[in-house]
C-alpha cells in the first residue's frame, strides 16, 4: 500500500521600495517599485515526480514587478508605470517551449479644479491609459478553436484602455 502524499511547496520573497522627494517650487515626487520572486513545486503522490509549477504555463511566472513615479504639483497629479511579468515555459509537450513575457505601460494624469472658478469648484479630470503601448501577451499552441491562445492566467488580452473621468464633490 502506497500512502498519497500530496504536497505543495512555495517560496519567494517580495520587495516593495517607496521614496517621497519634496520640492519647493517643483511639488513632490513619489518614486515606488514592487517586485515578487517566487519558486514553487508540487508532488501529487509518492509515485510521482516533483513538478516545478511556478514559471510554467498556467502557473505564476517566477517574476513579476511594477515600477513608476507620482509627480503632484498644485492640482495636477501624472503617473506613469510600467508593469512587467515575467515569461513562463509550455510545458505540455515533450518538448518544452518558452512563452515570453509581457511589459506594459499605464499612465495616468489628473487635474483638480481649484476653488478659483465657482462653477468647476469641486471638480477633478482623471484621464487614463492603460497598455498604452498596446501590448499583446505571446502566443501559445492550442489544439482546440475554443482555448484562447495565450496564457490566461498570466496575461491579459486587453489592448490599450483609455479613458476619461470627470468626477464632482461637495
Partial sequence: IVESIPELESKGVDLDLNYRIETASLGSITLSGNASYIESSQRLSALQPELDLAGTLFNPPHFRGRAGASWHHDQITVSPFVNYIGGVSDIRATTSYPVGSMTTIDITTRV???????????????????????????????????????????????????????????
Fill in 112 to 170: 483638480e479644479a481649484g476653488d478659483s472658478t465657482p462653477f468647476l469648484r469641486g471638480f477633478s479630470f482623471t484621464l487614463r491609459a492603460q497598455n498604452l503601448l498596446n501590448a499583446r501577451p505571446a502566443l501559445i499552441q492550442t489544439s482546440q478553436g475554443y482555448q484562447a491562445p495565450y496564457d490566461s492566467t498570466n496575461y491579459s488580452p486587453w489592448g490599450r484602455y483609455v479613458s476619461l473621468t470627470i468626477s464632482k464633490s461637495w
